[in-house]
């Protein structure tokens, strides 16, 4: 079992910046993909970036132009830069992993966003 912390979440008036950090613990030998996806309360939770362990990242086009994932894999977390932030990215976030191989994901608890003056 991996277990998977996020922390770095609060409040952040428009056009501010956040990272967020997910360390993960446990069996962490197949974390081949790490990223973050986010759920508004109502809505289907939304893909917002992935990294492999090599380092090739995805971002969600929506918000590709505002946001930065990162990863260490000698630390085992992924970070997640945000940048011009928008009431609309107020949501709970939750930081992933998953192992190609058994094709199984782990969450994280998530944690909250708001972008708000």
């Known amino acids: 079992q991996v277990q998977l912390a996020e922390s770095g979440g609060g409040l952040v008036q428009p056009g501010g910046s956040l990272r967020l950090s997910c360390a993960a613990s446990?069996?962490?030998?197949?974390?081949?993909?790490m990223g973050w996806y986010r759920q508004v309360p109502g809505k289907q939770r939304e893909f917002v970036a992935s990294?492999?362990?090599?380092?090739?990242?995805d971002h969600a086009g929506s918000i590709e132009d505002r946001i930065n994932v990162s990863r260490d894999n000698r630390k085992n977390t992924v970070d997640l830069q945000m940048d011009s932030l928008k009431p609309e990215d107020t949501a709970v976030y939750h930081c992933?992993?998953?192992?190609?191989?058994?094709?199984?994901?782990?969450w994280g608890q998530g944690i909250q966003v708001t972008v708000s003056s």
């Open positions: 992933y992993s998953k192992n190609l191989f058994a094709a199984k994901y782990f």
């Open positions: 446990g069996d962490i030998r197949s974390n081949d993909i």
């Open positions: 990294i492999t362990s090599g380092g090739t990242a």
